[in-house]
């Protein structure tokens, strides 16, 4: 069994009801998820603490809490199949963090079988970043676990093929600061795949998904071009790498050089040596080959 440890139900669950605690000692909090015979549980130690600022000659006290010892356990009808420490430390569950609310730990179909998998989403905190999903996928070789990071994009379940299994629509995260600041970096859509025990990239398989997303880009650069911060080689990066997925990098080449001759390529920050002009294109198209989109 992978990654199990001597640990017994019974030790689980009485984990459900908060220790008694005196001042700013920690508390432990289980979260759990059933489907059918499988529970999982999310057990961590959250501590709060205290923090004191000056301003203006006046000091203001504020308490919160600073999550770890994250531990993640799954048991099918009271036998014990995983659990593991998860080493997160200053991570939160992500719950109401994300764009598409849901809860942290819950259990997804994502490959065809009897069970499902079960995905715990942690956020680390920090600047943009990052959103993690764990997930346990049980087969006969025992149970493993997939680490995930997403990033500041998150992800959200569908059903694409519609075969009653999730794929993950998330972004393609490599594209934030890669050509501009974060506010007008733009990030192409990217699909997952669960497929035996790791994620695959099957974006290329759902060029209608691709084509949405190219058109929506489009539409914001040409509002982007007109607005009073016309940089637009955040979104015209991620709408050249949707054109290049969809086999139309010919036709997107000519739409840059159109865009360099009116100047567009000329906006933005020189910061961190983001390139305008004529470079900009020669950057994108080595950034797209090297990313595998070309």
């Known amino acids: 069994m992978l990654g199990a440890l001597p640990l017994s139900l019974g030790v689980l669950l009485a984990c459900a009801a908060p220790l008694a605690a005196s001042g700013a000692g920690p508390r432990h909090v289980v979260e759990k998820a059933r489907s059918g015979p499988l529970t999982a549980l999310l057990s961590y130690l959250e501590t709060p603490q205290t923090h004191s600022y000056l301003l203006d000659g006046k000091t203001t006290t504020f308490t919160d809490d600073v999550d770890s010892e994250f531990r993640l356990s799954l048991v099918r009808s009271g036998r014990l199949l995983f659990s593991r420490l998860l080493g997160c430390s200053y991570c939160e569950p992500a719950g109401l963090e994300a764009d598409h609310p849901q809860p942290s730990l819950h259990f997804a179909l994502l490959r065809a079988g009897k069970d499902p998998q079960v995905l715990l989403d942690l956020y680390t905190g920090g600047a943009h970043c990052c959103f993690t999903t764990d997930i346990l996928v049980t087969g006969g070789t025992g149970t493993r676990m997939i680490k995930q990071l997403w990033g500041d994009p998150g992800y959200r379940l569908s059903d694409l093929d519609h075969n009653g299994l999730s794929e993950f629509v998330t972004a393609d995260d490599r594209f934030a600061y890669a050509f501009t600041d974060y506010a007008a970096s733009l990030l192409p859509i990217k699909i997952l795949r669960l497929e035996g025990s790791s994620l ?30 016309p940089d637009v080689r955040g979104v015209l990066a991620a709408w050249a790498a949707d054109e290049a997925l969809l086999g139309r990098w010919t036709a997107a080449s000519a739409a840059l050089d159109l865009a360099l001759a009116r100047g567009d390529l000329d906006q933005g920050p020189l910061l961190r040596g983001w390139p305008r002009g004529r470079a900009y294109i020669t950057a994108l198209h080595t950034f797209l080959r090297v990313s595998g989109y070309l």
Do not use: M
């Not at 290329?204 to 691709?210: D, G, K, L, Q, V």
């Not at 058109?215 to 982007?224: F, M, N, Q, R």
């Open 200 to 229: 695959a990239d099957v974006t290329r398989s759902h060029p209608a998904e691709i084509a949405a997303d190219a058109e929506s880009l489009w539409a914001l650069y040409l509002k982007v071009r007109l607005g009073p911060e």
